[in-house]
């Protein structure tokens, strides 16, 4: 069931780049579904550690809109990625992709004003 929540997060998400739709209301509406299918991973570890960094990368997307906390939405991102990352530990490539998501977020965090 968690898996059918982060597919619908990760379309919602893909919707947001769609011309003439409402970038901010999508990627809200995608990480309240990223949210809800945490909740029914606990105990999959790798499909949560994977729905964490997806819910990373959409929190970074958000922290670029106007009207939203820069600050606060990357450091929501950097504990999913840090929580995704320790589950990964053992999955060297995911880890590796998640640690450079990690990196890119550092960079942008070093940018903020």
Do not use: F
Not at 13 to 19: F, G, I, N
Not at 66 to 74: A, I, Q, S, T, Y
């Amino acid at each position: 069931m968690g898996q059918i929540h982060g597919h619908r997060a990760n379309r919602l998400s893909d919707l947001a780049s769609l011309p003439g739709e409402d970038r901010g209301g999508r990627l809200r509406q995608a990480l309240a579904a990223y949210d809800e299918a945490l909740e029914k991973l606990r105990d999959v570890p790798l499909d949560y550690a994977q729905t964490q960094n997806n819910r990373a990368n959409l929190l970074r997307d958000l922290a670029s809109l106007p009207g939203e906390d820069r600050g606060g939405r990357l450091r929501q991102a950097l504990a999913a990625y840090d929580e995704a990352l320790a589950l990964r530990r053992d999955v060297p490539l995911a880890y590796a992709q998640t640690q450079n998501n990690r990196a890119v977020l550092l960079r942008a965090c070093l940018e903020i004003k």
